[in-house]
């Protein structure tokens, strides 16, 4: 168990328009879903936490008007970057933990390329 | 916050050899998880393991928190073990990554 999945796994937009990628737990229900990104050859970047029906925690120096998060199931939560540039493009991972569990499950990512 | 070092950077090894991989980390934590990303950048869960020592096949780690590192041991490595080793630790839910030690696996 403890699978987590995500669509699309690659997207390519043009500057300006907006991305939804979905995040989806498919055999357990996520009381806390997590979003990070990662540039090329770099670790992981915590950008967010969210909570079924409630709003996202952003981390420092993430603009929330600019990565727009719903968790509004226990097994489906959604990052849109919105009026994507050049500079947004890179590998979006989100991962899923169950209630009273601190261990995190991830997706397989979203290569996300703005052109 | 949380400082997490890991180390080496790198490392290239024969297959067949064994390795050990070090995390280090700046304080007290709830969570400490170990992750192999393959090519195709998934995270594949290796141990969850805030405490104690664990074993799965070939994989072990250990984690000494009142001194506040974990080790992962490979032994008999494959080509098939290369890729980035990541090194997690949290407090309250959220997940600070170290920056990961590459390895390669030679045949």
């Known amino acids: 168990g403890a699978v987590v999945s995500q669509h699309p796994s690659r997207v390519i937009c043009k500057s300006g328009t907006s991305v939804k990628i979905e995040c989806r737990s498919l055999?357990?229900?996520?009381?806390?879903m997590f979003w990070y990104r990662q540039f090329p050859k770099q670790s992981l970047m915590l950008m967010a936490t969210s909570n079924e029906g409630s709003k996202a925690t952003y981390e420092q120096g993430v603009e929330k008007d600019k990565f727009l998060i719903n968790h509004a199931s226990l097994t489906l939560s959604t990052l849109t970057v919105t009026s994507a540039h050049p500079e947004d493009s890179s590998f979006y991972i989100c991962?899923?933990?169950?209630?009273?569990?601190?261990?995190?499950?991830f997706g397989p990512g979203t290569r996300l390329t703005v052109t | 916050g949380i400082q997490v070092e890991q180390s080496p950077p790198d490392l290239i090894l024969q297959e067949g050899a064994n390795s050990t991989l070090r995390c280090n980390f700046s304080d007290s934590v709830n969570n400490l998880q170990w992750f192999h990303q393959n090519p195709w950048g998934q995270l594949i869960n290796l141990f969850y393991i805030p405490s104690g020592t664990k074993q799965n096949g070939r994989l072990s780690a250990t984690t000494v928190a009142t001194e506040r590192y974990s080790l992962l041991y490979i032994s008999s490595s494959q080509t098939t073990d290369s890729g980035v080793y990541f090194c997690a630790v949290g407090q309250g839910g959220k997940l600070i990554f170290g920056q990961g030690t590459e390895l390669s696996v030679k045949p």
């Open positions: 055999d357990f229900q996520a009381t806390t």
């Open positions: 991962s899923a933990s169950r209630q009273k569990s601190y261990e995190q499950y």
